[in-house]
């Protein structure tokens, strides 16, 4: 039985130049790119990620790159879900994979897995929303602190996106 072809992981800090060893590397082996930052998976943003170009894309097979509108709520469960789709159609057609990118938390995932948390319905994250705006952020995050303060501690202030999941 032939074992599987390897998937090769390129991660980094901003303009590292990771995309273009993707690219190069790709072009090598005959391998496919599986974007693994959270900011080039949507579509209106090519320029500003520094997302791949149409002619890199050409020579070679780019995957998970502007796949989503910028309305589209991507949270790691969802990108893990969908790289591991295209990960075993890449090892289905018996090539190598490369994924890349800055998103550590998409490498943790891809590597070492998630834990298996069910999602928060929209109504309690709409009444947690609202419950921040009455409150206010020092009054939610003191209740926030009491139940979780390692939580409070990592989530800086302002960010009401991980204030609101944090305590829904």
């Known amino acids: 039985m032939p074992s599987a072809p390897p998937i090769w992981l390129i991660a980094g800090p901003t303009a590292s130049g990771k995309s273009a060893l993707a690219l190069r590397l790709a072009v090598a082996i005959g391998g496919e790119i599986v974007n ?9 943003l090519r320029v500003l990620t ?29 990108w893990l879900t969908a790289a591991r789709e295209i990960l075993a159609g890449i090892a289905g057609r018996g090539a190598p994979a490369i994924v890349t990118g800055g998103t550590g938390l998409y490498f943790h995932a891809l ?51 991980r204030l609101v999941r944090a305590k829904a």
Not at 51 to 75: I, K, M, Q
Request: glycine content about 6%; charged content about 30%; aromatic content about 4%.
């Open 50 to 78: 520094a997302r791949p170009t149409p002619s890199d894309e050409a020579h070679a097979p780019h995957h998970l790159y502007g796949v989503a509108d910028t309305t589209d709520a991507w949270s790691v469960g969802r």
């Open 36 to 44: 693994a930052d959270s900011m080039q998976l949507y579509r209106d």
């Open 111 to 161: 590597t070492r897995g998630l834990a298996d948390i069910p999602p928060v319905s929209r109504a309690i994250e709409a009444a947690t929303a609202e419950a921040l705006d009455k409150q206010g952020e020092a009054m939610f995050r003191a209740r926030l602190a009491a139940v979780d303060p390692r939580a409070d501690r990592r989530i800086a202030a302002g960010d009401r996106h």
